[in-house]
């Protein structure tokens, strides 16, 4: 947890907005930190909550092996607020009752304060809010007040006494207008919080307990040329300065050009970095493999040989930094046991342990678009801080099949393409994420008067707040021929290009 906060902490229960319940909680300027919702009373203490948030959920209050918070929970005295499961669960253990909905509310539902409320002021009254349940708070336990209806069930209700709340409506959710309000009431009204989290006072406090941890040690940092590592560097470089070392690896899986173009870009930020050419022994060790999973364990496996080798030559170093983000701590921490492991995750596993040493993750607590402020902040270049995310694995997940010199340069031919004309058409920092993937098929073609038989290349451009799901992003179709156009004409060996019109879920965004 981030020192010298306040802190509200999110009790997850499953529901499918939890996260964006900690981004709100955030824009507002407190400290927001989810965790499972069977975390004890105890563990809940010992991170000093100003305030609890139960989030929604798909299950029942009354169904067997439903989620259940541990019952002290309530008792902490400090203000709870509880959404749509979470509200029904305060019913649930306070006394009131919970009831299957003969009308289930999904979508916009008018809400109605029907009561002088500490969490509704200054909110409209009727206003939209978003419902997605099945069960209804039926009853509110005794000493609560309905402060809000709705046609089909109770809205809101509230025990000032108890500094208890709960809604059955969903406000972190952007269809709910007024939603941001209802939980600045919460924050600023019932807890009594000062808001002062912001990425000016991230920097100080992380940088302070670097600087504590580190003493007067030394550490090593792994770049990819991402905008996570590259914050994580700049943040601990401030701290320590040239006692941090940081390698870029160049496995041959970059972009065209980009481990040049980084490397200058990292050394004009002054930081202290060793670039280290290692293509051939990627493509190597690639020779012959077609299966996505084995292509990222031998890339993190080659990578843990060629750092440490580099790290070698530093002398004695007792910290890793790596650029991993709360979304990747939330993922590893499943709400009802292990998670199905999609794919191997981007931070290379097994370094901390094989070289003995101790993990700096000055970003852990942050969301991708906290990690582009703090790097605007710490004055970055805005090439590194708006670079769209980049697969550890590199352009080895991007050609789907075989890994070779001919197939990596003809991608990166077509991807330097789809980038130049986003940049052209201003669309770049208008999306998440976009690249070229080379496909395994060749495709019928007529190039002047010859009958071509090549490759074919799928473009991919999603929109996201941060990578958990995804929608594709509907290009402007004149920028989209213009790819279409420069591909087949530039990039010799491509006849045919695709858009990928798949969101995420079902779909991953990399297509392995």
């Not at 609560?144 to 809604?167: H, K, M, P, Q, W």
Request: proline share 5%.
């Amino acid at each position: 947890m981030v020192p010298n906060h306040e802190t509200v902490i999110i009790l997850d229960f499953g529901g499918q907005y939890t996260q964006l319940i900690a981004r709100r909680v955030r824009e507002l300027g407190v400290y927001s930190e989810i965790v499972p919702f069977n975390t004890s009373v105890e563990e809940i203490k010992r991170k000093n909550p100003r305030g609890l948030i139960l989030s929604g959920g798909p299950a029942s209050v009354y169904e067997e092996g439903a989620p259940h918070p541990d019952p002290g929970t309530l008792d902490m005295g400090v203000p709870v607020l509880g959404i749509c499961y979470g509200a029904q669960l305060l019913a649930y253990f306070l006394g009131g009752e919970v009831k299957p909905s003969s009308r289930r509310e999904y979508g916009y539902s008018e809400v109605k304060t029907i009561a002088e409320s500490r969490l509704l002021a200054g909110v409209p009254s009727p206003m939209k809010a978003w419902m997605s349940h099945g069960d209804y708070l039926s009853r509110p336990p005794e000493g609560f007040t309905i402060t809000a209806a709705t046609d089909a069930a109770i809205g809101a209700v509230e025990s000032v006494e108890r500094n208890l709340y709960g809604v059955q409506f969903h406000p972190e959710v952007a269809h709910t207008p007024y939603g941001k309000d209802i939980l600045r009431n919460f924050l600023t009204g019932v807890c009594q919080l000062r808001c002062d989290w912001t990425m000016a006072s991230f920097i100080e406090t992380t940088v302070e307990d670097i600087r504590r941890r580190v003493g007067n040690g030394r550490a090593v940092c792994g770049l990819s040329g991402g905008v996570d590592s590259s914050v994580a560097a700049a943040l601990v470089a401030r701290a320590i300065g040239d006692r941090q070392t940081c390698i870029f690896v160049d496995t041959g899986l970059l972009r065209k050009n980009e481990f040049e173009e980084v490397i200058e870009a990292y050394r004009e930020m002054g930081l202290h970095v060793v670039g280290v050419a290692a293509g051939e022994r990627f493509l190597t060790k690639l020779a012959c493999v077609a299966d996505p999973e084995r292509k990222r364990k031998i890339i993190g496996n080659e990578f843990i040989e060629v750092f440490q080798e580099e790290a070698r030559r530093l002398g004695e170093v007792e910290f890793l930094v790596q650029g991993t983000l709360y979304p990747d701590v939330i993922e590893s921490v499943s709400v009802k046991g292990p998670s199905a492991v999609i794919k191997s995750h981007h931070n290379v596993g097994g370094l901390p342990e094989k070289m003995h040493l101790k993990l700096i993750e000055p970003l852990r607590e942050l969301f991708k678009d906290e990690v582009r402020r703090v790097g605007r902040a710490l004055g970055l270049p805005e090439e590194i801080v708006s670079r769209h995310p980049f697969p550890g694995p590199g352009l080895a997940v991007r050609i789907l099949g075989e890994v070779t010199a001919d197939r990596v340069a003809l991608l990166q031919e077509a991807d330097k393409i789809v980038i130049e004309e986003l940049r052209r058409a201003d669309l770049y920092d208008k999306v998440w994420q976009a690249f070229a993937v080379l496909l395994p098929v060749s495709t019928v073609g007529v190039m002047g008067d010859n009958r071509t038989y090549e490759n074919a290349i799928a473009i991919r451009a999603v929109d996201s707040l941060d990578g958990m799901t995804a929608d594709w992003a509907r290009l402007d179709w004149e920028a989209l021929q213009r790819m279409s156009s420069r591909i087949v004409s530039e990039v010799r060996g491509v006849n045919r290009v695709v858009y990928d019109i798949s969101s995420k879920p079902p779909s991953t965004i990399e297509w392995e």
